[in-house]
């Protein structure tokens, strides 16, 4: 495993998981995923979050090698979903005169997930509060709905660093190849896309706090360039497109609305569209295109009907959409179907329900394979779509 630092006192005990099947039993991670987990060494010793039960021992291991024999005064729990706290019970069993800190929502939500008596053990912070370490000090910053109830975030002042809970966080291992901005936003708009104005809430408080440096619990420790990723994360959470672009997602069984939606593809290209992202939603992964539809400003949905209703991944990916709060975008619309076509009305009605979005027209509607027609339609609803 790739060996990370963070500071001389703050130690990274983290896990790389790249055997997991489905992060959250949905999301593939083809290149892994982290638990981050701190310590802070000072006069006082605050273990910063545990890990995903998958990576339990292997981070006990961590934490006792560097405390070299030493007791944790301090567990200091941001979240408590079970990829961050999966393993405070063993720490808790293994250092029995450690303190638990957290705030209030935690303590009444732990013990849903244990079974250990908490009485004397727990110190309780709220907004504001801090946490002297010695020469170090956290600051607790609540997080509500930052995606969970109880979320928080800690600053320690001497050094700068904010300990970012799942903010910041991003899929893959510590030593994955790859550039942070696209499995970041995969990771955030699939994960956090529903609570848009609590982050924009986070982030206003934060703005107030001098940062040198991002711990997040998933992903790398961001040390430079920080104004990058807050940007990102401002842009993110505003439901503002990042970028000029059209997705064309497409629901195909025999392949006739896919290969409309390729010939779409080059028609949108011929006419000067800038960046144009196919996705096949039987087969291309579900999140990338939940995602995909939040970084650019256009998207095209593409649907066979199917049973008088929507082809499911169709289905699936507008469900998608409708709870991640997708909003502010223009929209087309293509439908297919050999004898009474549904899934236009059907998809129409998704985007009905949903903020700010421009259907864009003339809807489109495939009998079984493209006509001459359909060609000059979709010619139609790329110049609609392109127009400024
Ligand atoms: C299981 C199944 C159910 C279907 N249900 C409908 C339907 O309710 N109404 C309709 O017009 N076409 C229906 N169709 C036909 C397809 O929508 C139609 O053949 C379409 O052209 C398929 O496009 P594709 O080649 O992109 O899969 C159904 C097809 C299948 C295989
Ligand atoms: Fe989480
Ligand atoms: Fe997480």
Same mark, same amino acid.
């Given at each position: ?129 801090? *946490?002297?370490?010695?020469?170090? %000090? +956290?600051?607790?910053? $609540?997080?509500?709905?930052? !995606?969970? @109830? ?51 809430? *986070?982030?206003?408080?934060?703005? %107030? +706090?001098?940062?040198? $440096?991002?711990?997040?619990? !998933?992903? @790398? ?168």
């Amino acid at each position: 495993m790739k060996e990370v630092t963070v500071t001389d006192s703050v130690l990274y005990v983290g896990c790389d998981d790249r055997d997991i099947d489905l992060f959250e039993s949905q999301y593939r991670v083809p290149n892994g995923v982290t638990y981050n987990s701190y310590v802070i060494m000072d006069e006082k010793i605050a273990v910063m979050d545990t890990v995903d039960p998958r990576a339990m021992e292997e981070w006990m291991q961590n934490v006792e090698r560097v405390l070299d024999g030493k007791g944790p005064d301090y567990l200091v729990i941001s979240h408590l979903e079970p990829d961050h706290a999966g393993s405070i019970q063993r720490i808790a069993e293994r250092y029995p005169a450690m303190k638990l800190v957290s705030n209030a929502k935690v303590f009444a939500m732990l013990p849903q997930f244990f079974n250990f008596d908490l009485t004397g053990r727990t110190v309780t912070v709220g907004e504001g509060d801090s *946490l002297e370490l010695g020469s170090h %000090t +956290l600051h607790f910053v $609540m997080a509500p709905m930052v !995606h969970w @109830p109880e979320v928080m975030v800690e600053y320690e002042s001497s050094e700068k660093i904010l300990f970012a809970a799942d903010g910041f966080g991003k899929f893959g291992a510590m030593d994955a190849e790859e550039e942070w901005t696209d499995e970041a936003r995969r990771y955030f708009i699939n994960i956090v896309g529903k609570y848009g104005p609590q982050v924009q809430a *986070l982030l206003k408080k934060a703005a %107030t +706090l001098d940062i040198a $440096m991002i711990c997040p619990l !998933h992903g @790398p420790v961001l040390k430079e360039n920080l104004g990058f990723y807050i940007d990102k994360y401002l842009k993110w959470s505003s439901y503002e497109p990042e970028e000029e672009g059209v997705v064309v997602a497409c629901a195909s069984i025999h392949g006739n609305t896919r290969k409309a939606m390729q010939r779409f593809v080059e028609i949108l290209r011929e006419k000067g569209a800038k960046n144009v992202v196919f996705f096949d939603l039987a087969r291309d992964d579900m999140a990338e295109a939940v995602a995909s539809a939040y970084r650019y400003d256009t998207l095209v949905t593409a649907c066979c009907t199917y049973d008088a209703n929507l082809f499911p991944c169709m289905e699936d990916f507008l469900y998608h959409l409708k709870i991640k709060n997708f909003q502010n975008r223009k929209v087309g619309i293509v439908e297919n179907g050999s004898w009474a076509p549904m899934a236009g009305k059907q998809m129409r009605s998704y985007f009905e329900g949903m903020k700010n979005i421009r259907i864009a027209d003339p809807m489109v509607t495939i009998r079984s394979t493209m006509t001459e027609e359909n060609e000059e339609e979709m010619k139609a609803l790329a110049d609609a779509l392109l127009a400024k």
